[in-house]
């Protein structure tokens, strides 16, 4: 096993959350099945661990599985995953309009640093999926393996 199937099952280091492929279905159930097909086709990954060997082929695989057979699949690495925030904030910085949606000092002190103003930018909170749990007396067969 390779320490990188942590992201996709984090379950087997005993982390109670979905992985990424938990997460992908997870987020593609939400929506109505053609809306989900699109998704499925324009997947756009970026950041560090998308650098992995092998990682966009396991993207692609996971959703291969988990989606209908017609369903075309489509998943891009970025050419500059590492950076692609970087990039993004900078561009985000350069906007006219960026003050409007920085925390003062003032709103710092009044709310602290966790409090995230309320705009079109912010993240809308969804929690994470549930992970999968094992079935009981399966931990005790793969000790035996």
Request: include cysteine.
């Amino acid at each position: 096993m390779r320490c990188t199937e942590i992201l996709f099952q984090p379950s087997i280091i005993g982390c109670g959350q979905g992985g990424i492929s938990d997460t992908i279905e997870f987020i593609l159930k939400k929506y109505d099945a053609q809306t989900a097909n699109n998704l499925a086709e324009n997947v756009f990954l970026t950041g560090g661990p998308t650098k992995l060997p092998a990682f966009k082929e396991r993207v692609y695989r996971e959703l291969r599985e988990m989606r209908p057979l017609e369903t075309n699949i489509n998943v891009k690495l970025s050419d500059s995953p590492i950076l692609d925030a970087w990039f993004g904030a900078k561009e985000f910085a350069n906007k006219q309009d960026f003050h409007k949606y920085l925390l003062t000092p003032e709103m710092y002190a009044e709310m602290g640093g966790d409090y995230f103003i309320e705009n079109s930018c912010s993240n809308i909170y969804c929690p994470l999926p549930e992970a999968v749990q094992e079935p009981e007396g399966l931990s005790e067969l793969n000790t035996e393996i």
